[in-house]
Each structure stands twice: as structure tokens, then as C-alpha cells.
């Protein structure tokens, strides 16, 4: 779970996991190194920013499946971005692809990210009720 004491470390764990990511996607996979550096990478950081306190969010929507909140909160990160290069193509030259780019940017980080805490969650919640279930075990040895 994401709290106030480790939601820094999280942006930078996540943030530095994103810039690798990025990277050796762009030289190795694409060799087209990238020109916009400063730009894009605090553009990653206020993502990581976003996505981090997305997941922060999550166990106050408990109302609703966390699949649902992650998807929810995919597209609407995925809007912010497009509405984002959107507004920076008034301002410099853009690539032909810069949407498609900055949308596969986004979702190769997005998805681990996402699987990894749905996992995390799911064998939280399965920690949780077992120990409850020991829990009820001797609360109901006691009543007899």
C-alpha cells in the first residue's frame, strides 16, 4: 500500500524504472536517440507523479474492483498525454509519430507497474483474510 512515508521513494523507484525503460527502447529497440530530453523527462516525472498517486488513491476507492480504477486511471493518464502533446505541438516542431510515441512510452511502463501492484494487492488481501481467519479461530475457542 502507498502511504505518505513511501510515496516519494515510489516516484523514484518507478521514475528511474521509466527512464531505463525508455531509454533502451528508444537507442536499442528504435535507434532514434531523442532530442527533447529535459522535456520528456520531466514530462515522465509528473507522470510517475500521477500514476504513483493513482495507485495511492486506489484503497480509498474500495468501493469499486482495482482493475477498474487502474483502467479508469490509464485512460484518463492516456487522455492527459495526448491533450498534453497536443498543446506542446503549438509550441515545437513535432515528430509524425510524437503521439504514438508518447502513448507507447506510457503504456510499456504503465502495464508492469499496474500488474505488479495488482499483484501485490491480491496477496495483501489473501494475507489479510487468512489472519482474520485465524483471528475468528480463537475468538470463537474463548467463547467456549
Known amino acids: 500500500m502507498i502511504t505518505r512515508k513511501n510515496f516519494f521513494p515510489a516516484v523514484c523507484v518507478i521514475f528511474t524504472c521509466f527512464s531505463v525503460v525508455k531509454?533502451?527502447?528508444?537507442?536499442?529497440?528504435?535507434?532514434?536517440?531523442?532530442?527533447?530530453?529535459?522535456?520528456?523527462?520531466?514530462?515522465?516525472l509528473v507522470l510517475c507523479f500521477v500514476v504513483i498517486g493513482l495507485f495511492a488513491?486506489?484503497?480509498?476507492?474500495?468501493?469499486?474492483?482495482?482493475?477498474?480504477?487502474?483502467?479508469?486511471?490509464?485512460?484518463?493518464?492516456?487522455?492527459?498525454?495526448v491533450f498534453c502533446v497536443w498543446i506542446e505541438h503549438?509550441?515545437?516542431?513535432?515528430?509524425?509519430?510524437?503521439?504514438?510515441?508518447?502513448?507507447?512510452?506510457?503504456?510499456?511502463?504503465?502495464?508492469?507497474?499496474?500488474v505488479i501492484y495488482h499483484i501485490k494487492m491480491y496477496h495483501d488481501v489473501k494475507k489479510a483474510n487468512k489472519d482474520l481467519g485465524k483471528i475468528q479461530e480463537l475468538v470463537k475457542r474463548e467463547k467456549y
Do not use: M
Open 57 to 81: 488513491l486506489a484503497p480509498r476507492l474500495s468501493n469499486f474492483p482495482l482493475w477498474s480504477v487502474q483502467l479508469i486511471g490509464y485512460a484518463g493518464i492516456a487522455a492527459a498525454l
Open 90 to 114: 503549438f509550441f515545437v516542431e513535432l515528430s509524425t509519430s510524437a503521439y504514438r510515441d508518447s502513448f507507447l512510452s506510457f503504456t510499456i511502463c504503465y502495464i508492469p507497474v499496474a
Open 23 to 44: 531509454i533502451l527502447i528508444e537507442n536499442v529497440i528504435l535507434k532514434a536517440p531523442d532530442s527533447h530530453y529535459a522535456e520528456n523527462f520531466i514530462t515522465a
